[in-house]
C-alpha cells in the first residue's frame, strides 16, 4: 500500500473504478446498462460537489436500489428510467458486484466532510478492502501507475480534477 500513499483522494477513487471495471470484464458483464453505473462513479473525478457524488454512489448500491419495488423521492440523482433499467439490471448479478460498490462507496465518503491529513490513512484502508475484495474474487487488479499522476501533494490531499473517463476501459 505504500505507493498508494502518494495517490490523492481522487486518484484512489478512480482506482477503485478501474478495479470495478476489471470486475464487469471479468464477469463478462460489459453492457450499456452498465455505462449508467460507471458514468456516476466516474463523477468523483471532475467533480467539485463530493457530497453529491456520495449520494449517486449511495443510490447505485444494489440493496439500497432494490429496496423499493418502485422509483420514488428518495432517489435524488438517479432518474426513474435509470431506476428501471438498474433494477432490472441488478436482478442477477455476481455478490461481488454488490460488494465492490459498497466499497467503492465507502471508499468515496471515507473522508466526508473532513480534511485529508497525512496520507488519508482512512481512504487507504478502503481501498485495501476494495482491493482484498478483489484478489478474493480472482480479479486482475489495474496497474497503478496512470493513477500516480494525481499526487496526494495536489489540493491538500483531495488531488486536482481530471477526466478519470479517460482511465475507463468501457465508456
Known amino acids: 500500500m505504500d505507493r498508494f500513499k502518494q495517490i490523492s483522494f481522487r486518484g484512489r477513487v478512480a482506482y477503485g473504478v478501474s478495479c470495478f471495471e476489471n470486475a464487469l470484464i471479468s464477469l463478462k458483464y460489459v453492457s450499456e446498462d452498465w455505462k449508467i453505473v460507471l458514468r456516476y462513479l466516474w463523477e468523483f473525478t471532475n467533480s467539485s460537489n463530493l457530497e453529491d457524488c456520495h449520494s449517486a454512489t449511495a443510490e447505485l448500491i444494489p440493496e439500497n436500489l432494490m429496496e423499493t419495488k418502485i422509483y420514488d423521492e428518495d432517489f435524488e440523482r438517479i432518474s426513474e428510467e435509470e431506476y428501471l433499467c438498474l433494477y432490472r439490471l441488478y436482478q442477477n448479478i455476481d455478490e461481488s458486484i454488490h460488494i465492490l460498490l459498497r466499497d467503492i462507496h465507502e471508499l468515496g465518503v471515507s473522508h466526508a466532510y473532513t480534511n485529508i491529513s497525512g496520507y488519508g490513512e482512512r481512504s487507504l484502508d478502503s481501498l ?14 489495474p496497474s497503478i501507475e496512470p493513477f500516480l499522476k494525481s499526487s496526494i501533494l495536489e489540493d491538500d490531499g483531495w488531488g486536482y480534477e481530471f477526466d478519470g473517463t479517460k482511465f475507463s476501459k468501457i465508456l
Do not use: E, R, S, V
Open 128 to 141: 485495501q478492502t476494495l482491493i482484498c475484495h478483489m484478489l478474493n474474487y480472482n480479479y486482475p487488479l
